[in-house]
């Protein structure tokens, strides 16, 4: 199993331009999230979904969109990028939305907007 | 809402000595699962141990342990003979919903420097 994967692990884009994080996940695991980090503001939900066709928003969702045509994959599509969405974003995905169940994280993508 | 509380910003270890970090947490829920993450310099987030809230037992991974106190409400972990590989960040974190989300909860984090 190659876990959780994301693409690309670093990028930098304008601010204006569009651009789609890649999420993937072979453990056939119904939930799945988005992350982003910054300092002194730890971890803070973007987007989730609790499977194929359902997505909800999290606490930072404006700017983001997301969806979900398969069990594996859970794009984040920034739709025009500005320097506050510079970030560390992490994917991650658990066999349930249980209160109970591990979440496993990608490696993350270091997104620079200039 | 649920909260996790982790009052140690750094904490120092020799190499070889164990190490306590601290976590608290506050939640209204009676089904819950308590994670630890470790968070090295090169940024990817590992999962390291999980407690649930009716397991008996402390878990236990390899060097890692969890000290569960139901009742302080408290999960702290414990690395036993520290490696320079575990200088890292490590966050406590509990799912549960807050803000109409379902979603990990994190702490703020512990700088762990293990020193040779």
């Known amino acids: 199993n190659a876990g959780v994967t994301q693409t690309p692990k670093f990028q930098v884009l304008k601010t204006g331009q569009s651009m789609t994080l890649q999420c993937a996940q072979d453990m056939n695991h119904e939930y799945m999230s988005w992350y982003r980090q910054d300092p002194g503001m730890g971890l803070r939900l973007i987007h989730y979904s609790v499977g194929a066709g359902i997505t909800d928003q999290g606490e930072v969702p404006n700017g983001y969109n997301v969806s979900r045509s398969t069990t594996e994959d859970f794009p984040l599509r920034l739709l025009s990028a500005a320097p506050s969405q510079t970030s560390v974003y992490f994917c991650?995905?658990?066999?349930?939305?249980?209160?109970?169940?591990?979440?496993?994280f990608g490696p993350g993508t270091r997104l620079t907007v200039l | 809402a649920q909260k996790i509380t982790q009052t140690q910003p750094g904490m120092f270890v020799q190499e070889k000595e164990a190490v306590t970090l601290d976590c608290t947490y506050d939640?209204?829920?009676?089904?819950?699962?308590l994670f630890w993450y470790k968070q090295p310099s090169s940024g990817e987030m590992i999962f390291l141990i999980y407690q649930g809230s009716y397991d008996e037992q402390n878990a236990t991974e390899g060097r890692y342990s969890l000290n569960f106190q139901k009742a302080r409400k408290s999960a702290n972990l414990v690395i036993s003979a520290s490696q320079l590989g575990d200088s890292a960040m490590y966050f406590c974190a509990m799912r549960g919903r807050q803000g109409g989300s379902e979603k990990l909860v994190f702490g703020k984090g512990t700088k762990l420097t293990v020193n040779p």
């Open positions: 991650a995905s658990s066999q349930d939305r249980s209160r109970t169940d591990t979440q496993y």
């Open positions: 939640t209204s829920d009676q089904s819950y699962g």
